[in-house]
């Protein structure tokens, strides 16, 4: 499989230029329904120094009003914030249902012609909160269902899942309207569609878009969203038809493990909203709405349920019944089940899509009618099957697994209720190819029944997952780590389903916070993930408990705790700020601050001594660390004290000064009581006392020693990582540390909220070759063991599976789950060195600092919002060869990896300071410079350690 595509800067040489201008984090997006979208652009030029001095926006409903002379709609003016990576809109209110077109220039410091780049987007069916548009014209469209009685409930054709023959699945809705075209011929079509439940349309026969579990999960109660599709090529003369399946989805079908499909989790059946606008030439619109004029009833899915799985019945298919001219006579009369539009808003993010399409590895025929197919990569999708002649009433039964048991049979123990199963029922016509469409599940083998003979090439896995551009690419000289990487990248396509979800497989799937919160500077490094963060974070503000306190899933569930436990509901806090940094978007924290703040000061009403104690949910703590635990106390009011900061400084950000001041009196506080209560230091020149439990007999360090309470890894990670100790006693927590992780191998004993932490608090403190240790070492706990027992993706505990012992139990044993997946945050900010240093946004100021350990070569690509940042380094010999590339715009300061700082060179000479270049003295095992922005190419004497060697 190769290695997802990036989306990449243009390939064409020159000075400086803008491109990937995008909307809302969105390239070209259709239904855009902020009042104030961000437009931005990244830059690219092939001079150094080549920076942007300023820039100018202007906004046009006509492309011709953007050329020189014309009149906008829209014009920034000059704006001379060199750093800015795009400007939100603040023109006049921009109507519904409009394309607008943009384009920035931007001034270089070269002196040379501003360089224009244009872009356009569209607004949605409103702007602005409310659902109406300032003519008073707000969506028309009736939700329509299925007429009542005519759905027959069956019982599955599943074994295994209990709660499904209790409840059974019912048959997809199929709704149709046919219209005739308006006379005039039509200009631009619009269909603005949403589902409670999922949709899927299609005009005239022709599937609309490439969405799939549209329109993805929310707390539909709260808020639902619609898409946008261009319709206008797939618009013909005289009559047309609309035709629309719907399934369960989130909305009707099995959520999670809470097992009440009986009532269902958001509603009983699935509701179709869908508005058709067609403009004509002389700039009439008409709409074709759903409303009781659509005609209903059932097909071929006979159920479709995104845990249980999908049912096609081709005895119950008629031919055409989605292409005009067919007659609809005996259909029954949609039913109209309310108007209310209210909760209604554009996807602010790209859909689900099919991203990939994966051949078999092998087809092994187990026995008569029975095969087994490994498609030899774990993922997030569905199996796309070609039967060639399955005689009617004939059935292909297709069951999913993430692993083998001993006998070679699927492993589906770990799916809990999920049964995963779907089914193809013959009509007896030839050739068919089956793709359930409102399912997915988690696998890496299926087991298909019911088929003589299965040729390979008739059978391919379809992974699925929200499209969030790629943006970042790692590479280096150990295949060990180059499979890690692979792993954690098909761990985020397979968990980034509309919510940031734990897993793929199993009865739960669910938006858990902490698992997010981890993850996500890995995330954000492989892919965009701002749209994708836009909306998930609604939906963590919409999963407020009504205290104001963040909870631990998002969208909220039944049977799980609300109350967010410490790292869980942290991750209100951490993510906007996480985004903010990335994406140099402040909206991410204007938006998230009321949150930030109301869970920061529900913390320190229910704990006024800042020990965090009470209202900790079901605190988790460091969940899974296998080895002793870090006191929960410890691991709470950490955290507490990181959220106060945080919130301080995004209230900074915002210059909202009385709040920020506030939070880093309270983050202060927290911080004093966190090490009042938990720390103990010795000085060097201290009375000689040790403290408590130190059982290694080390001498007395220069810098004196310290304790944590509980002396876990965790406990060192979470105070060195938040900032907790004073200056002073850093070293000796850190030189504690490190201890600890020497004694265990060298090895890890975190769980999620350590996993994350420790590579990068490790280099930090100059102990980067540990942090190499912990990536080599190959026993369980470790990153390289699953992968030598044949995993492809990161598993939810460290030894899910082992050789002595098989699999871990059934109940919670997942072996596709992203959180200790965290390092590859380090595999490029560490072992490739691509970092933006720690008071920088949205990379203006880069940290080059390679930790190159033993390995001959490693680089990393990632496309910012700036443009493109590139760091590739390799030994030959005695000599290290470093590439870095600064986007225009921003600075960098590269730690050159070398044992002798005087063999330094760049591009061949002497590095001098000059106008690109300044010297800026060197740093253990490394040389410093200060770089603006260009490409560099440095070389330096390198001679490893003897330990770092592999
Ligand atoms: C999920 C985790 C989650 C946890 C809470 C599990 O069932 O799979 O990833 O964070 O519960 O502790």
Redesign the pocket.
Known sequence: MSAPSMSAPPSATGPLRPYGLRCDHRVTPLGIDEPAPLLSWRLASDHRGDDPTAHRVRLARHPGELAPGGRPLWDSGELTDPGATGVPYTGPALEPRTRYHWQVTVASARDQEPAPAASWFETGLTVGPGGQDASGEGPRAAWITHAPGRIDVMDAPTEGASALNHHGLAPCPQLRRAFDAPPAPVVRARLYASARGLYEIRLNGTRVGDAELAPGWTDYHRRIQYQTYDVTELLRTGENVLAATLADGWWSGFVGFEPRRAGAHYGTEPHLFAELHLLDGEGRTTRILTDDSWRTRTGVIRHADLLMGECHDLRHHTDGWELPGHDDRDWSPARVTGTDHRLLVAAPDEPVRATAELAPRTVTRLRDGVHLVDFGQNLAGRVRLRVHALPAGARVTLRHAEALDEDGALYTANLRTAAATDLLIGDGRPDHVFEPRFTYHGFRYAEVTGLPELAATDIAAVALHSDTPWTGSFDCSDPGLRRLHSCITWGQRSNFVSVPT??PQRD?R?G?L??AQVFLPTAALNADVAAFFTKWLRDVDDARTPDGGFT?VAPRLAGVADEGAPG?GDAGVLIPWHLYRTYDDPRFLARALPGMRAWVSLVQLHNPDLVWRHRVG?H?SD?LAPGTPTPRDVVATAYFAHSAHLTARAAEVLGHHDPARDHHKLAAAVRDTFTDRFVTYTPADGAGTEPDGRADGAAEEPTGSLRIEGDTQTGYLLALAFGLLPEEWREAAARRLAHLVEAAGPGLVTG?LGVALAAPVLDAYGRADLAHALLRRTEAPSWLFPLRHGATTIW?RWDGWHPDTGFRAAA?N?FN?Y?LGSIGEWLYRGVAGLDQSPGSTGYRHLLVRPAPGGLAHAGARYESVRGTVAVHWERTGRTLALRVQVPPGATAEIHVPTTDPGSVRESGGIPADGAHLTRAGTAPGHAVYRVASGVYRFTAAYVPHEEDMT
Request: proline share 6%.
């Open positions: 734990d897993c739960e669910l858990w902490a698992d631990n869980w079901p988790f969940w999620f939810e919670m997942s789950h959180a």
